[in-house]
């Protein structure tokens, strides 16, 4: 239980606001990305110090680089957090990432003049400036930082007598000037894409906004006429049951007074749903959840529905394990299973069987409802949970349907954190199966 718990909230949805400006969009990108990633990269220069002392001992210019480096990592690290920089943290990761590049340019430099190969500055250079057209930061200080890159390129190369006479140093120009080209394209296409999904972004939220206003202003205008029209179409049902039993004899006006009788009477109940569906969505339904025998509940549905089994000549087989504990509101629950009986009692042709079963199973409780109908097709199956739908089924005894049973029953077992799923095939029957958590029995 604990783990479904867990995965529940990881699957829930947040409703993220994206920032006002594009501008704020890309400060949160680079908060987000770049900066750890950054900071984590000047850290890591401290380990190359000792090193370079010995490797180096003539060049003290490459331990200060460190120092230095290390130190504005600290200085990162702090102001990060400061709601300052939390706000302007682009500008703070454009600084740390020109200095980055300024002190990598000046190492690769210098590191050549001693024993590595010219193709390592060459190659450090390419990482660079591949690495300065994914930074997201503003296009413009994107082409400044590749431009500042270059510059320190050729100042340390022409400082360092770097030249290209060579085919292999030649090589490594080639590369150079690709990896220039690369990021430039990166740059602006990136930067395009930013801009898009920003703005995409933003229309969604916005569009979110309005229907979570609309949304709610339409339950709010449901309850109102459904609270509205239920008093007199319950007033409309008790005059006519008083009717019925004052015109007796007279055998068009019983017929016309059952008629309705019945239709109103399915009226308040779709009234009744739509109630029920709004106050879920609403989160204004509140739960009386005690310990019950789901066997019992299960038990006593059977027991109220044979009467509209027998009159189709239906027979309906009951089963349930003992000890069927669960948590639950015993009404909603109740609920729950006469929408489930009653549908196979409506859509099952006269003299078909129909199965309810209670059982255990691990840790959850399995209510099974099968019956002998027509069964739902694969485009049903589709829409099955869906509000006001209709189905390829019909009722076989001229009873009605609202449509809302199966959206509700949806609704109410998700409420006791339990799944119902279908089995069928047309015209092979189904089989709907609830699954309840079950309540864990103390020791004795």
């Given at each position: 239980?604990?783990?479904?718990?867990?995965f529940?909230?990881?699957?829930?949805?947040?409703?993220?606001k994206?920032?006002?400006?594009?501008k704020?969009?890309?400060?949160?990108?680079?908060?987000?990305?770049?900066?750890?990633?950054?900071?984590?990269?000047?850290?890591?220069?401290?380990l190359?110090?000792?090193l370079?002392?010995v490797?180096?001992?003539?060049?003290?210019?490459?331990?200060?680089?460190?120092?230095?480096?290390?130190?504005?990592?600290?200085?990162s690290f702090?102001?990060?957090?400061?709601?300052?920089?939390?706000?302007?943290?682009?500008?703070?990761?454009y600084?740390?990432?020109y200095?980055?590049?300024?002190?990598?340019?000046v190492?690769?430099g210098?590191?050549?003049?001693?024993?590595?190969?010219?193709?390592v500055?060459?190659?450090?250079?390419?990482?660079?400036?591949?690495?300065?057209g994914?930074?997201?930061?503003?296009?413009?200080?994107?082409?400044?930082?590749?431009?500042?890159?270059?510059?320190?390129?050729?100042?340390?190369?022409?400082?360092?007598?770097?030249t290209?006479k060579?085919?292999k140093?030649?090589?490594?120009l080639?590369?150079?000037?690709?990896?220039?080209?690369?990021?430039?394209?990166?740059?602006s296409?990136?930067?395009?894409?930013?801009?898009?999904?920003?703005?995409?972004?933003?229309v969604i939220?916005?569009?979110?906004?309005?229907?979570?206003?609309?949304?709610?202003?339409?339950?709010?205008?449901?309850e109102?006429a459904?609270?509205?029209l239920k008093?007199?179409l319950?007033?409309?049902?008790?005059?006519?049951?008083?009717?019925?039993?004052?015109?007796?004899?007279?055998?068009?006006?019983?017929?016309?007074?059952?008629?309705?009788?019945?239709?109103?009477?399915?009226?308040?109940?779709?009234?009744t749903?739509?109630?029920?569906i709004?106050?879920?969505?609403?989160?204004?339904?509140?739960?009386n959840?005690?310990?019950?025998?789901?066997?019992?509940?299960?038990?006593?549905?059977v027991?109220?529905?044979?009467?509209a089994?027998?009159?189709?000549?239906?027979?309906?087989i009951?089963?349930?394990?003992?000890?069927?504990?669960?948590?639950?509101d015993?009404?909603?629950l109740?609920?729950?299973?006469?929408n489930?009986?009653?549908?196979?009692?409506?859509?099952?042709?006269?003299?078909?069987?129909?199965?309810?079963?209670?059982k255990?199973k691990?840790?959850?409780?399995?209510?099974?409802?099968?019956?002998?109908?027509?069964?739902?097709?694969e485009e049903?199956?589709?829409?099955?949970f869906?509000?006001?739908?209709?189905?390829?089924?019909?009722?076989?005894?001229?009873?009605?349907?609202?449509?809302?049973g199966?959206?509700?029953?949806r609704?109410?077992?998700?409420?006791?954190?339990?799944?119902?799923?279908?089995?069928?095939?047309?015209?092979?029957?189904?089989?709907f199966?609830?699954?309840?958590?079950?309540?864990?029995?103390?020791?004795?």
């Amino acid at each position: 239980m604990a783990i479904r718990r867990f995965f529940k909230d990881v699957n829930a949805e947040i409703d993220f606001k994206p920032p006002a400006t594009f501008k704020a969009e890309l400060n949160r990108l680079s908060n987000a990305v770049v900066m750890p990633c950054v900071i984590m990269a000047i850290f890591s220069w401290i380990l190359y110090i000792p090193l370079d002392k010995v490797l180096y001992p003539e060049f003290r210019l490459i331990v200060y680089l460190r120092l230095g480096l290390c130190l504005t990592g600290l200085v990162s690290f702090a102001l990060h957090f400061t709601p300052y920089f939390k706000k302007n943290g682009h500008i703070l990761v454009y600084i740390i990432m020109y200095y980055v590049e300024y002190a990598t340019a000046v190492i690769l430099g210098i590191v050549p003049t001693s024993a590595v190969n010219k193709s390592v500055y060459m190659g450090g250079f390419c990482i660079i400036i591949l690495i300065v057209g994914l930074v997201p930061i503003q296009k413009f200080h994107a082409f400044f930082l590749l431009f500042s890159t270059l510059v320190i390129f050729l100042i340390v190369g022409y400082h360092y007598n770097i030249t290209f006479k060579t085919s292999k140093e030649l090589y490594g120009l080639y590369n150079v000037l690709i990896s220039i080209a690369a990021s430039i394209a990166a740059i602006s296409f990136l930067d395009r894409i930013r801009k898009d999904s920003y703005e995409k972004s933003l229309v969604i939220y916005q569009t979110n906004e309005e229907l979570k206003k609309a949304n709610k202003l339409r339950r709010e205008l449901l309850e109102i006429a459904a609270h509205d029209l239920k008093d007199p179409l319950q007033v409309i049902i008790g005059y006519t049951d008083l009717l019925l039993t004052k015109f007796q004899e007279d055998r068009f006006a019983v017929e016309k007074l059952r008629k309705m009788y019945r239709s109103t009477n399915q009226m308040v109940k779709l009234i009744t749903g739509l109630l029920e569906i709004a106050s879920i969505e609403s989160g204004k339904l509140e739960l009386n959840k005690v310990e019950v025998d789901v066997g019992e509940i299960a038990g006593g549905v059977v027991k109220n529905n044979r009467l509209a089994s027998e009159k189709k000549n239906q027979e309906i087989i009951y089963n349930a394990e003992e000890n069927c504990i669960i948590n639950a509101d015993r009404m909603l629950l109740q609920q729950v299973l006469e929408n489930l009986v009653s549908n196979a009692i409506k859509f099952s042709p006269h003299g078909k069987s129909i199965w309810v079963s209670v059982k255990r199973k691990d840790s959850r409780v399995l209510i099974k409802v099968r019956d002998e109908g027509p069964g739902f097709t694969e485009e049903d199956k589709k829409k099955l949970f869906g509000r006001f739908q209709r189905l390829s089924a019909k009722p076989t005894g001229d009873e009605s349907s609202s449509g809302l049973g199966l959206a509700l029953t949806r609704e109410l077992v998700k409420l006791h954190d339990g799944e119902i799923r279908l089995e069928s095939q047309w015209e092979k029957g189904c089989e709907f199966i609830v699954e309840l958590p079950l309540q864990e029995l103390e020791p004795e």
